[in-house]
């Protein structure tokens, strides 16, 4: 499970920051530097659901009964999290909402991509 995680942890930091790199140019050519704040709000509010899914993944491949717990705790986190950040985004304005929205989505749909084409390659 180490050996996966490390690798998988790899690929996504190396992807997330291509990602990063890119929306931060994209939106400071633009002129709008705080939606680039705000994208990287939500790529990290999506970190956060991801590496508690990978701490809930770990914890059950060693001990299945602190994972049952765990799940009820990540589930309550993570929506916190996601609530806290979105709520913030509308507050501020519906540009920096959809620009957190947007980072929260691509962050999630790399992750995945990269764990398919993971399993795929097996």
Same mark, same amino acid.
């Given at each position: 499970?180490? !050996?996966?995680?490390?690798? =998988?942890?790899?690929?996504l930091a190396v992807s997330l920051g291509v990602?990063?790199?890119?929306? /931060? /140019? $994209? $939106?400071? %050519?633009?002129?709008?530097?705080?939606? *680039? $704040?705000? #994208?990287?709000?939500?790529? $990290? %509010? /999506?970190?956060?659901?991801?590496?508690?899914?990978?701490? @809930? &993944?770990?914890?059950?491949? @060693? !001990?299945?009964? *602190? %994972?049952?717990?765990?799940?009820?705790?990540?589930?309550?986190? @993570?929506? %916190?999290?996601? *609530?806290?950040? &979105?709520?913030?985004?509308?507050?501020?304005?519906? !540009?920096? =909402? #959809?620009?957190?929205? /947007?980072? #929260?989505?691509?962050?999630?749909?790399?992750? =995945?991509a990269l764990l398919i084409l993971q399993e795929?390659?097996?």
């Amino acid at each position: 499970m180490k !050996d996966i995680l490390t690798a =998988f942890c790899k690929r996504l930091a190396v992807s997330l920051g291509v990602l990063m790199i890119a929306a /931060a /140019a $994209f $939106f400071l %050519a633009r002129g709008e530097g705080r939606l *680039a $704040f705000a #994208f990287v709000l939500g790529l $990290f %509010a /999506a970190l956060v659901f991801v590496s508690n899914m990978a701490h @809930r &993944l770990w914890t059950l491949s @060693r !001990d299945s009964r *602190a %994972a049952r717990g765990q799940m009820l705790v990540g589930m309550i986190v @993570r929506l %916190a999290v996601l *609530a806290l950040i &979105l709520a913030v985004a509308v507050l501020s304005s519906s !540009d920096v =909402f #959809f620009a957190a929205a /947007a980072g #929260f989505v691509l962050t999630y749909v790399v992750t =995945f991509a990269l764990l398919i084409l993971q399993e795929a390659k097996k």
